[in-house]
């Protein structure tokens, strides 16, 4: 993972998010709203999608509360979480959001499902497909 020079954001290459949906050791979390998830997103056992404006409230909620919600538990603030989102700008802002609350091993994949639609699109469902991962 690379460091964004002026800031404590984690960039994740695609070697490494390949590894982190294989690993299933570590959240996927999509920034993006529902429906813009729902025509396309990554095929992980761990993808999560909570929507940026959601996410304060979301990482406020006990731990049980988050785990009714989102059939995950809730990360330790020491746990690391990938983000996503459509292009990489949301996942920076999801980025500060999450290190205001405290959590500090947050990464991204810049470029977003764009990218890897563009380039690597076997990780990525489509509308029109059915994932593949229950």
Known sequence: M???QGTKFSEISF???????????MLVIDVREPHEVAEA??????????????????????????????????PD?????AFICRSG???????????RMG??????FDGGTMR???DHPEIVVKKEEKSPVS
């Open 2 to 4: 690379t460091t964004d």
């Open 15 to 25: 070697p490494e998010l390949q590894q982190i949906i294989q690993s299933n050791k």
């Open 41 to 74: 997103h990554v095929i992980a056992k761990t993808f999560l999608n909570i929507p940026l404006k959601e996410l304060e409230s979301s990482f406020s909620k006990t731990p049980e509360e988050f785990k009714q919600l989102y059939k995950f538990d809730k």
């Open 77 to 81: 603030k020491s746990d690391e979480i």
């Open 89 to 99: 700008r949301q996942t920076k802002l999801a980025l500060a959001e999450m290190l």
């Open 103 to 108: 959590y500090s091993r947050s990464s991204h």
């Open 116 to 118: 890897l639609l563009r």
